[in-house]
């Protein structure tokens, strides 16, 4: 039995189900003495919205009863119930600073991120299926207007409402774990979700500059890795209790993928694009963003310990082994 309560604080998930490999949207209620708190918000859908009701009226709650939301990071599914509890209840909304101008959907930066995004899949030797993509987000760009965050933003600061403000970077640039340290509770956002591994996404940061999420992610989980924990509480699937073993496992996954990809680039595969074709085969044309994401990330993570090296060729880069 996961036990939820801890001396005058108490934990309700909200858990909703989706059918992909995400298995369900999870966000928090966390009372203490003093506030109720909404950590993250899940998706702007029905189901959602009625899963947070039921949540709140199932132990006593109301809307009204919600003084506070702290956000893990900046994407949809963690941010989807924003507008509609703000509009009805005025609440502080608190996130990374680093979260403000994709919350905003900050035009100039939005569009800076399509330029970022055009040169990365050049470089990568991506051809049609990067422009295919291109295209999509100049589309996402109008037509996700709509989920503009419309309330005033506030930043965190390094301690709030009992809980230790953790930077864990890798998923997402702005991703921060809250830490409960007397009950032993971290909220993770998608750091460590307990059936899947979590992609570590490429994304540039606010100078437009490339991040180099993979290596941030396996920093975060060794970070994580050294908290005492009790129970993890993961934006999707189930929550977790032995977090420091499944670290362990993701940690060795990332080895894993690695090598494969050493070993593709050792038979002479040098462009990310090709690699990212070769090892992923179907995934590549339905998942390529993703797809995208985690080639580069391992290669960076390769480069990293020196394993391998680039050099840019007609504007593409060219992997071999050192
Ligand atoms: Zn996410």
């Known amino acids: 039995m996961i036990k939820l309560k801890y001396g005058s604080s108490a934990v309700y998930p909200i858990k909703v189900p989706v059918e992909n490999s995400l298995k369900s949207f999870n966000f928090f209620l966390y009372q203490n003495e003093d506030s109720l708190t909404l950590i993250d918000t899940g998706m702007d859908n029905e189901t959602c919205w009625n899963g947070l009701l039921e949540t709140l009226s199932k132990n006593k709650f109301s809307l009204y009863d919600i003084d506070q939301i702290m956000l893990t990071h900046h994407h949809m599914d963690h941010i989807g119930l924003v507008n509609r509890i703000t509009s009805k209840h005025y609440v502080p909304v608190y996130a990374h600073e680093r979260s403000l101008l994709r919350l905003k959907r900050d035009e100039s930066f939005l569009k800076r991120r399509i330029d970022f995004f055009e040169l990365l899949y050049q470089e990568a030797g991506c051809g049609e299926r990067g422009q295919k993509q291109i295209s999509y987000l100049k589309k996402a760009l109008h037509n996700n207007k709509n989920q503009t965050i419309q309330t005033d933003i506030r930043p965190f600061l390094s301690a709030f409402c009992d809980f230790k403000i953790i930077e864990m970077p890798g998923h997402a640039d702005d991703q921060v774990a809250f830490y409960a340290e007397n009950e032993k509770w971290l909220f993770a956002g998608d750091l460590l979700i307990n059936h899947i591994s979590s992609n570590a996404l490429i994304e540039p940061d606010i100078n437009g500059r490339r991040s180099t999420p993979l290596l941030d992610h396996i920093e975060s989980l060794k970070k994580a890795v050294l908290l005492e924990a009790e129970l993890v509480f993961p934006g999707h699937g189930i929550i977790i209790k032995d977090h420091q073993i499944l670290i ?54 390769l480069e990293s310990a020196e394993r391998i090296k680039k050099e840019r060729v007609n504007g593409v880069w060219e992997f071999s082994l050192v």
């Open 248 to 301: 362990k496992k993701r940690l060795e996954a990332i080895e894993n993928k690695a090598n494969k990809l050493y070993h593709l680039i050792a038979k002479g595969i040098t462009r990310a694009n090709d690699l990212a074709k070769t090892f992923y085969k179907k995934k590549y044309d339905q998942q390529f963003a993703l797809v995208m994401s985690e080639i580069i990330g391992h290669l960076d993570y």
